[in-house]
């Protein structure tokens, strides 16, 4: 109903844009003199207000209506049940509710079913209001416009105004998105502290992660929330990452953008791009299944102990996913130094390695180096390969080859772990809160290393 | 008196550096360059004009195979350096670049310091046995370039800082640290105001002194200023060529008069 609501607005405003146009273009003609607008602004400037009105209505009187709906009913079954809580007045009103709406409920008694006769009354009058004012009101918009549309108006002006300021809502929405996101991290972050008294040094040096082990609701043990060991984890498999990215997505990139023709290019860029478009979940079961057991097979007939469980398939496995996001992006920054500077290189008698080592290279290096940094945090953001083949015990070592766990994967075991939800989520978001710091310091240097070492063309 | 011109005649004979001969160009399909002869003499400024796509940068690049870098370009004919065929599979065009050094349209200097675009080349070759002799070369460099007195003071500076005219002799002296014998300039003074312009032209006119200078160029004026020979391109034919003055005075195709006074191009 809503959303036939939603189009039927839609469909207003295609019709107050047509009829706006129509009346300008008759207005024009009439009155012999070019108007200030044209013909297509006034109806884009009817057809804007005609949907800020009607949609404007339908979203506030939806949500207004459904809190009214909400505290009328809430008030009445607090009145019928004043010895219950909060937990037990939802439970009847989630039941009624699903009952009024021809589902299946838990229970019914002659309360639920009063409450859900109201339910049932209170959200058809909303509907009939809703569509009544929306209506109204884009017929409203839709007819002041009209009547507005003169020789003079500045219809394009207006609506000019009316789309930038459309714009500035989207962004400020993303800009709020996120900050919401990094403050319910901080309020998390700042509660688990609390549990902890504040002891930051136990957190960010101790060994010893376990912090669901013998503890209950809300508190926390700071001897046992020790990251260390899962920063550990999580640099040795990003470094492992790394050392198989950089090199091979940069010297493919040099070799995509510098030597190969166009023909073997037009191949092999969209297929190193295939590459980053297998879900990470497949690497995962790629990395457990064949590359893990691989190792410890290869490891034991050369006699070195390999776990089937280890850093260095995690971080293998993770490193060739991270190939086509450093190719790619290394490739488009290569591709773009201009080919004037190669000519002037090679016009001196430099070879074509010289020139990409000499010229290219420090010509491309912030677009490189941004192209690492991402790969970087793309390495320490990964979940899924090191959930399947890393491990999941906080296990401090600096060998490879074995199992080590990451912030990511205790972030997960933790959520889905069958721990209640309250105990679980301080020190879930704390470790996600930690590791959002950390990608935001490694971008900050990246972006100073990037500007000193700059070297602009123009 | 005819005695001198015929000296000085035998003397321009035996100083040809570089002679092309039934050169053909082709892009894909495209006949770019058609049976083009032509020989360029020593220490002297070439001109190559011609209305826009007749291929004089495209014959220009011919002549330090910087159309190999172009994957569908092809090249046939011979190309004689000092008697040397250019084209033949034992020569190393890098090896040629060093000899044959270019300037292009828009100036490049690479993002580096300006003593590090001049260094750029000589370090390649190996030119300087340590630091003092590559500073020599540097500032010899840039003193030919005719941008020394304005530089010597911030050679650390980003070479790309520098203004267009300053830039295009940066990339001049740049061109000619390596010692190169032949300098080819592809239109070095269209991105360039009528100042720079002038200093440019003033300084192609003394690299003269000491190598084979080819410009390709869109002013006649410029061809008429700087060049001791004129060459005339039009549709990938070479239609005449000859000494400027009288090539400009006294053409013999009807196309070169044409273009001369205006009529295509």
Redo the contacts between chains.
């Keep these: 109903m809503i959303f036939a609501l939603f189009l039927l607005v839609l469909a207003a405003a295609v019709v107050a844009y047509v009829m706006a146009r129509q009346r300008a273009t008759a207005l024009s003609s009439a009155a012999g003199q070019r108007l200030h607008s044209r013909p297509q602004h006034h109806g884009l400037h009817s057809a804007l207000w005609v949907l800020i009105a009607g949609w404007g209505a339908l979203i506030v009187l939806t949500a207004v209506g459904e809190a009214l709906i909400q505290r009328a009913l809430m008030a009445r079954i607090s009145d019928a049940l004043p010895d219950e809580g909060p937990l037990q007045w939802n439970l009847v009103l989630s039941d009624a509710r699903s009952f009024a709406q021809g589902a299946v409920s838990s229970e019914m008694d002659p309360l639920r079913e009063r409450i859900a006769g109201a339910f049932s009354w209170m959200n058809g009058t909303r509907l009939w209001v809703t569509t009544l004012v929306t209506l109204v009101g884009a017929a409203a918009a839709g007819w002041w416009t009209y009547k507005g549309i003169t020789v003079e108006a500045r219809a394009r002006v207006q609506s000019e105004t009316i789309i930038r300021r459309g714009l500035a809502v989207m962004a400020t929405v993303a800009v709020l998105t996120t900050i919401g996101i990094v403050f319910s991290l901080i309020f998390e972050t700042v509660r688990f502290f609390n549990a902890i008294d504040w002891q930051l040094h136990k957190f960010l040096l101790g060994t010893t992660w376990s912090p669901l082990s013998g503890v209950f609701e809300g508190e926390m043990d700071a001897d046992k929330v020790g990251i260390v060991p899962l920063f550990a984890g999580t640099l040795m498999i990003t470094l492992i990452a790394m050392m198989v990215a950089v090199p091979v997505g940069l010297f493919a990139a040099i070799y995509l953008a510098d030597f190969a023709n166009h023909r073997v290019r037009a191949v092999v860029k969209p297929v190193m791009e295939l590459l980053a478009g297998i879900p990470t979940v497949v690497y995962g079961f790629f990395a457990a299944i064949t590359v893990a057991p691989l190792l410890r097979d290869t490891g034991e007939s050369l006699g070195i102990q390999v776990a089937s469980e280890s850093a260095l398939a995690a971080g293998l496995v993770m490193g060739i996913m991270i190939i086509p996001f450093i190719s790619s992006l290394s490739d488009d920054v290569i591709t773009s130094v201009p080919q004037s500077l190669r000519d002037g290189s090679l016009s001196l008698g430099a070879t074509r390695a010289e020139t990409i080592r000499k010229v290219v290279l420090p010509a491309a290096l912030p677009g490189i180096v941004s192209a690492i940094v991402l790969g970087v945090s793309k390495a320490i953001g990964e979940t899924m390969i090191v959930v399947m083949a890393a491990g999941q015990g906080p296990n401090l070592t600096g060998n490879p080859l074995e199992a080590m766990t990451t912030v990511t994967v205790q972030i997960v075991a933790l959520i889905t772990g069958d721990t209640e939800a309250k105990t679980a989520a301080g020190p879930a978001f704390t470790l996600g809160f930690t590791l959002f710091v950390l990608t935001l310091l490694m971008n900050m240097l990246a972006q100073r290393l990037v500007a000193r070492f700059r070297e602009a063309y123009d | 008196m005819n005695d001198m011109r015929l000296i000085e005649r035998a003397v321009d004979m035996d100083d040809i550096k570089i002679s092309a001969r039934n050169v053909q160009v082709y892009y894909g399909d495209n006949h770019a360059i058609k049976d083009v002869d032509v020989d360029i003499q020593d220490n002297t400024v070439t001109a190559f004009i011609g209305p826009s796509g007749c291929g004089k940068s495209t014959f220009l690049r011919c002549l ?1 195979r ?1 159309n190999d ?1 172009i ?1 569908v370009c092809r090249v046939e004919g011979d190309i004689h350096l000092d008697g040397e065929d250019i084209n033949d599979k034992q020569v190393d065009p ?6 044959v ?2 300037v ?1 349209q ?1 100036p ?5 310091s300006i003593y590090d675009n001049v260094a ?2 000589p370090k ?2 190996g030119m300087a046995a340590n630091k003092a002799e590559l500073d020599e070369i540097v500032e010899r460099a840039l003193r030919r370039g005719a941008i020394w007195d304005e530089v010597k003071d911030r050679l650390d500076a ?1 070479g ?1 800082g520098l203004s267009g005219g300053q830039q295009q002799r940066l ?1 001049i002296a ?2 000619v640290a ?1 010692e190169p014998e032949v300098l080819l300039m592809d239109e070095p003074c269209s991105a360039l105001d009528p100042i720079a312009t002038a200093q440019v032209e003033e300084l192609i006119d003394e690299l003269r002194q000491n190598y084979s200078v080819v410009i390709v160029t869109h002013s006649m004026q410029q061809a008429a200023r700087v060049s001791q020979k004129t060459a005339f391109f039009h549709l990938g034919n070479l239609v005449e060529y000859g000494e400027t003055g009288s090539i400009f005075t006294n053409p013999e195709d009807e196309r070169t008069e044409s273009y001369i006074t205006g009529r295509i191009g």
Excluded: E, S, W
Excluded at chain 2, 94 to 99: E, M, P, S, Y
Excluded at chain 2, 108 to 112: D, R
């Design positions: 330090n910087m870098t994957d890098v090896q040629l670049r060093a000899k050094g270019m292009f828009k490049n200097p690479f993002p580096k750029y080349g390649i070759h980003p790309t990339c740049r061109a390596t």
